[in-house]
């Protein structure tokens, strides 16, 4: 009889490469901790507003957070990083002294063991690598497309917000007006949003509403995310903010929104250290939760509005 499990490992060695979670993890912890929230936009951005490979294609998931926080720190304009040999093939020389940047890539192999009882037991293992990149800021000698002084394809702001307001009637969401506050209710799943004259700038507003569809993502007819059913919890509540807030960001760099408008996710600051202080592995589990809601929001949209780049990791 063969039985199946999931084991999770990681499969680099040395000291550097077993601590990445928790490099990642209090890098998060030291920005939360002055107060900044590290999946805040870069102040400057190009496209859709995500990191992207030599090839265009954007970096996802927990790769987003590290490398937004790295372009925020180093005051770097251009949004593509990539690595040393992919930078020297491009006729690119990374500069003397430049420190690289550390980002994952994960998958899960399938092997089958042989339990004390003679059974056959097929395991998932899943396995975390780590490889360097580097901003094209930090090279010389890149083609010029590497290093956009402006950003053509930006959309005005008229025209993003025409963009966002089509893709959350897209989603077909039971969104109602009204109200001061804005909220997400699980038990009668439909979304409270005040009305957008109520907000300083237009983007703030789906920005907002954007942390609400985060909620929506996770009901048991959609995603069913165990965090969303589980909001009477102190700990669910902060682990579904977190949650939430990285969906937000990721759908409004998909939408070339400024997420950071939204400030009343500070008052969620302190229950967001204690999640993360006792976990190294959660950031990376709530990035992919993210990822994975963002996507949801998108194949809602019709086929022509969709996005490229799905399948990055």
């Not at 190009?46 to 590290?66: D, E, K, M, W």
């Not at 890149?142 to 005005?156: K, M, Q, T």
């Amino acid at each position: 009889m063969r039985k199946s499990s999931t084991t999770h490992t990681t499969a680099n060695t040395g000291t550097e490469r077993a601590d990445l979670y928790q490099t990642v993890t209090d890098a998060i912890l030291a920005e939360l901790e002055l107060g900044l929230k590290p999946w805040r936009r870069p102040w400057r951005t190009t496209g859709a507003g995500f990191p992207l490979r030599h090839t265009g294609q954007p970096y996802r998931g927990i790769n987003t957070l590290v490398l937004w926080m790295a372009m925020c720190a180093h005051r770097y304009t251009s949004p593509y990083f990539m690595t040393y040999r992919q930078a020297q093939e491009l006729g690119g020389q990374v500069r003397k002294g430049e420190t690289a940047t550390t980002v994952t890539y994960s998958d899960t192999i399938r092997r089958v063991e042989e339990t004390p009882d003679g059974e056959e037991e097929e395991r998932r293992i899943w396995f975390l690598k780590s490889y360097a990149v580097f901003n094209a800021g930090q090279i010389d000698g890149l083609p010029e497309r590497y290093h956009p002084a402006s950003d053509p394809a930006e959309a005005a702001p008229v025209q993003r917000i025409e963009a966002a307001e089509r893709f959350f009637t897209d989603t077909g969401a039971d969104i109602r007006p009204g109200g001061q506050r804005a909220f997400y209710t699980p038990n009668l799943d439909y979304i409270r949003m005040p009305a957008i004259a109520d907000f300083i700038y237009p983007e703030a507003y789906y920005a907002t509403l954007a942390h609400e569809m985060g909620h929506w993502t996770g009901h048991p007819s959609r995603l069913n995310r165990e965090t969303i059913t589980r909001r009477h919890s102190e700990e669910a509540r902060a682990v579904e903010e977190i949650l939430a807030e990285l969906t937000a960001a990721f759908t409004c760099a998909s939408l070339g929104i400024d997420h950071d408008l939204r400030q009343d996710s500070t008052a969620y600051i302190g229950s967001w250290l204690r999640v993360l202080a006792s976990d190294k592995r959660f950031i990376f589990v709530a990035a992919a939760h993210a990822q994975r809601a963002c996507d949801y929001l998108w194949s809602l949209q019709p086929e022509e509005h969709q996005i490229s780049g799905a399948a990055a990791e």
